[in-house]
Each structure stands twice: as C-alpha cells, then as structure tokens.
C-alpha cells in the first residue's frame, strides 16, 4: 500500500538536503537521490562533463554543446561534479532543466542525462 503522506515527507527530506548541499540553485533540480551524491564516477584525474542541446527546445536556434573540464586529485563523485557545474553557471535554459543521471561515454568523458 502507498502511504501517500509518508512519500511526500520523504520527497521534502530529500530536497531539504539536496538544497543544503548545493543551495538555492538546486531546488527541484537536481533528481539525483541524496544516497547517490558520493556515488564514485570517475577516478581519472582530468575529466571531461559534456552536455548537449538537441532537444526540441533548441530545434530553431541551436546551441552549442556545453564542455566542463575538471580536474581533481580526489575521485569526482556526483557531488563533485554537480558543485562545479554550479560554479561554472551552468544552466541549461531550456525545458531539460532536470539533472537525472551522469552518463559514462568513456573513462574521461561524461555526460549529463537532462529531463524534462
Ligand atoms: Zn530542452
């Protein structure tokens, strides 16, 4: 049995701590759960987050991909990674504002998985 009350107060921790991780910026942003912000992507040390605009919202005015080169001694983790985008003003503009996973292309390049 669905307990709706009790999902909807699991919904409001989780974004409570999402927004204490990265601030304002990720409220209802960021759909990647709380368990996973440690969650290791990558162990190289320079790495490449790519993320591309071929959604219908850029079918008339394309945009360019966007390129993130981070560099750290630590493993990235999803954290990590998601701090810098921020750092970086990352913004997709678009409907795709929903970051809901990170992607492996290869061992130094990675990919941001938009919903909308
Ligand atoms: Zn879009």
Redesign the pocket.
């Known amino acids: 049995m669905v307990d709706s009350d009790s999902d909807e107060i699991e919904y409001a921790k989780e974004q409570q701590i999402i927004n204490n991780t990265f601030g304002e910026w990720a409220n209802g942003v960021i759909c990647i759960s709380s368990k996973e912000l440690d969650t290791i992507i990558s162990t190289e040390k320079d790495i490449i987050i790519k993320n591309t605009?071929g959604?219908?919202?850029?079918s008339e005015a394309q945009r360019p991909h966007d390129y993130f080169h981070i560099r750290s001694n630590q493993p990235h983790t999803n954290k990590t990674i998601i701090k810098h985008l921020i750092k970086n003003n990352f913004n997709?503009g678009?409907?795709?504002m929903f970051l809901e996973h990170i992607s492996k292309i290869n061992d130094t390049s990675y990919q941001l998985f938009m919903g909308?």
Not at 55 to 58: E, F, I, R
């Open positions: 605009y959604c219908y919202c850029y997709p678009c409907n795709h909308s």
